[in-house]
């Protein structure tokens, strides 16, 4: 069964920063992109930035200068590290390979 599993969100300050994980279980990330989006109730998801497999990352401009995306193929692991987190980054944050997706994990950032 092919599943990615995200973790590593939560409640943050303002200002904070979190590291979140993309896991892929009976998938490899060798050789493809993978996405992080971010979707907030009654709006549509949006791709926060992929890494490619080359290991280069690009970005939204939700992103520059404040997110980095970096990955392990060995782990089969991609990481989203957010900093200077502000409450509109609050969102889910799901991961995709291709087709498949994860479940997401709540991140809110609120004094």
């Known amino acids: 069964q092919v599943k990615l599993v995200e973790s590593g969100g939560g409640l943050v300050q303002p200002g904070g920063s979190l590291t979140l994980s993309c896991v892929g279980i009976g998938i490899s990330f060798r050789g493809d992109a993978v996405g992080w989006h971010r979707q907030v109730p009654g709006r549509q998801r949006q791709l926060v930035g992929q890494i490619m497999p080359s290991g280069t990352a690009n970005f939204r401009d939700v992103g520059k200068g404040r997110f980095t995306i970096s990955r392990d193929d060995a782990k089969n692991t991609v990481w989203l590290q957010m900093t200077n987190l502000k409450p509109d980054d609050t969102a889910v944050y799901y991961c995709?390979?291709?087709?498949?997706w994860g479940q997401g994990t709540q991140v809110t950032v609120s004094s």
């Open positions: 995709n390979r291709g087709q498949h």
